[in-house]
């Protein structure tokens, strides 16, 4: 058994979803930890693509920093590789920011047949509070850890890196990204991603044992 006897020696696959500012990133991050799997963020993974400059990377700049969707292709490509690694075919994983749209639950679906998704979280924030969260938010570059800037020194507690604006938290394309969420991702909390357990879940509970543990 792993994350303290919560669940059964077997893959366990969680989707995390939520508008921007829910609290995706650090929730995500305790509930891998709690269940021993690892944390797979589409949003890191790009950004990970983009400071390294690498082909896919360049593409998704404009739209990362405009507050839009990275088409489907380019994001799936990055997915794809890391679902391929043999932790997360041995563990699992908590996957943070996938998918965004309906198309995006199809192809995830594909990629993990004939087993599929365990549970959807979904992080209910008010849209203000997210917007307060945001604008006040600083991340760190090395270890992806965010922090409220009235809360903490300008270095990352973990990493001890110094803490940094992301170009996205910007109070226009803020404004963009509720929009996409709204538009693209909305539609896929009404129940258009199958999972082996459909009950609800929130975060004021336990969070359930995987199929049949
Ligand atoms: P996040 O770190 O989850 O807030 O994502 C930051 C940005 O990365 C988003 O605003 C999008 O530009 C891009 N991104 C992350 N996940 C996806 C996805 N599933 N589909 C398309 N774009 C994404």
């Known amino acids: 058994m792993r994350g303290g006897d919560m669940v059964a020696n077997r893959p366990v696959r969680v989707a995390v979803l939520g508008r921007p500012g829910s609290g995706k990133g ?22 990970a693509e983009i400071e390294r400059g690498s082909p896919v990377g360049r593409r998704a700049q404009e739209f990362v920093e405009a507050g839009q969707l990275v088409p489907d292709e380019m994001v799936l490509e990055s997915l794809a590789e890391r679902l391929d690694d043999a932790d997360i075919e041995r563990d699992g994983f908590v996957l943070d920011g996938f998918p965004r749209t309906i198309d995006q639950a199809v192809a995830l679906d594909a990629l993990l047949a004939p087993a599929g998704l365990d549970a959807v979280v ?18 760190c570059p090395e270890c992806g850890r965010s922090v409220s800037r009235d809360q903490r020194s300008a270095l990352c507690d973990h990493c001890g890196t110094v803490l940094a604006r992301r170009a996205d ?45």
């Not at 693209?184 to 879940?201: C, K, M, Q, V």
């Open 122 to 139: 979904e992080l209910m924030v008010p849209e203000r509070e997210a917007a307060e969260r945001l604008g006040a938010r600083l991340v």
């Open 26 to 47: 650090t929730q995500s991050g305790r509930l891998a930890r709690v269940l021993g799997v690892p944390h797979v963020s589409t949003g890191e993974l790009l950004r």
């Open 169 to 213: 938290d910007d109070v226009d394309v803020i404004r963009s990204r509720f929009d996409v969420f709204e538009n693209e991702t909305r539609p896929l909390l009404n129940g258009s991603i199958s999972t082996a357990d459909s009950s609800p879940w929130t975060a004021t509970e336990p969070f359930p044992k995987s199929r049949g543990a």
